[in-house]
């Protein structure tokens, strides 16, 4: 009689700190990091499972023993993984939200949240930006935990401007794509933070011209290679309405006629630089008021924002000393921010901007805010007013 042969299961060590895939195929892991073989092998994210500790009942908290199972390895090999969660929920809420809140249209939001992205991780400044952008909109989203956001975009955005300042010496076919998108960063940056602000107006109108100087400085490096984001994906977050502007011709009928007014009488008062420093500043406007008045959409963000690079640098000097007639076109230039509801990034700006220069302006300038005081703290849809 044969005796029966019975199948004996071939012994081997247990590996308890294996990686979790290994765990799961239920396969002996050779415990290689950051990549066990069978990982490399078949091509999967390794994981080993996290580290576990014990306390003595007599034990601080301070003095925690560890057990052998640990995601960091061996005790001989330093830990070099660590995962930024903080990082990963900003990249996250910029991709998933922020990004679409960039554009008013909706076929050009995967610019944001796709190709800008893929950039971003060749270039740390770029990078670093979003993460700054993203951090400064949930400041706005969620407004307990405001100040930790808060905190975390200005982190960002100074790191983004030292590591610009150290990467970027000369602009070329390499990088203008990412500093071209960089300073579509800085812009709603800016303009949030100065939202934010909760300070003086003399503080607040100070911290808006140092954003607005920190832009204006960019704008140069970016404006010459402008054939190239033509000919790039980057073309298509250029809004129409800016797309062969002419300001150097305004409209024959405006809508502030009562700012151009306000110039003809200053022509008597102030000495030929300043005279045509208001008169380059409202001039800029009227094109602007114009344009976005006969858009069958509203303005772009890329049409308000862009009264900022055109006017002189001797009008952001007369702004800067609180000269009354900077104020009062400065003022006018809020009801803009007041008809583009749809930008965060916007939201609440023209009501600063119009406290400033209610609270600086002198008494007998006053009457010169009248306008644009109408026109902010009006109920309904300024654009449908008949200019006057």
Known sequence: ???????????????????????????????TKPNCVHCQKYDQICAYPVRKTQRSPNDSPDQIITTPSSVEGPPSQPHDHVLNIDHLRLLHHFTTVTAKTLTADPEDQDVHHTHAIKLAFDFPFLLEGVLALAALHLSRLEPSFREKYLAQAQKHHAAALSQFRSDITDLDASNFEAVFYF??????????????????PVNLLDNMIHNFALTR???????????WVQGSELHRIVPKDVQGIDLKHPPSETELSKLRRFSEVTQHIYPADINEAYGNAIQTLEVIFDIAKWSPKPPSDSLVKIWI????????ELLSERQPGALVIFAHYAVLFKRSPHYWFFDGLAERIL???TALVPIEWSAWLNWPKEQIRAEHNPQEDTPK
């Open 183 to 200: 300073a579509a960063t800085l812009d709603p940056y800016s303009f949030a933070l100065s939202v934010n602000d909760r300070d003086s």
């Open 1 to 31: 009689m044969e005796h029966e042969r019975t199948k004996v299961r071939k012994a081997h060590k247990k590996s308890r700190n294996g990686c979790l895939p290994c765990k799961a195929r239920h396969v002996k892991c050779d415990e």
């Open 355 to 357: 406290g400033i220069a």
């Open 217 to 227: 400085r960019v704008r140069p490096m970016v404006s010459q290679y402008y054939p």
């Open 309 to 316: 690079y055109f006017i002189t640098p001797r009008f952001l």
